[in-house]
């Protein structure tokens, strides 16, 4: 039996590259469906890579999807209605409770107060 895998490669200028290959027995050319909010992401190809039995998916991510709140695309075959994978992007309001935004703000203050201290330590030398 022969599994489809997807591996990403990068995110590079508002393109999302990946590879794809077949576990086990080799298999014909993937047919690959990228979507956001159920509709089809136009612009994408799946051609052959370098390696045996591996083609390089691309597609580019749609700027309507760069929107606040979290959003997702989904890359799945379109033989076997597998999901691959999937692509979220976080932005905006949504990331207001986010604990790794609170922890960049305290990093900031933090730096404040030291940039204060050390000038505050300078005047009064």
């Known amino acids: 039996m022969r599994a489809l895998t997807l591996t990403k490669i990068r995110l590079f200028e508002g393109m999302w590259e990946g590879a794809l290959t077949y576990t086990g027995d080799s298999g014909p050319t993937p047919e690959i469906e990228?979507?956001?909010l159920g509709e089809a992401?136009?612009?994408g190809s799946v051609?052959?890579?370098e390696a045996a039995n591996t083609w390089q998916l691309k597609f580019p991510i749609p700027?309507?999807?760069l929107s606040d709140g979290v959003q997702t695309i989904v890359i799945t075959d379109r033989t076997?209605?597998?999901r691959l994978d999937a692509?979220?992007?976080?932005?905006?309001?949504?990331l207001a409770d986010d604990l790794r935004a609170e922890i960049d703000l305290l990093r900031a203050e933090l730096d404040m107060l030291k940039?204060?201290?050390r000038r505050h330590c300078v005047e009064t030398m």
């Open 115 to 117: 940039r204060a201290f």
């Open 47 to 49: 051609q052959p890579a």
């Open 63 to 65: 700027s309507e999807s």
């Open 34 to 36: 990228v979507t956001y």
């Open 87 to 94: 692509v979220s992007f976080i932005a905006g309001e949504a």
């Open 80 to 82: 076997t209605g597998d």
């Open 41 to 43: 992401v136009e612009g």
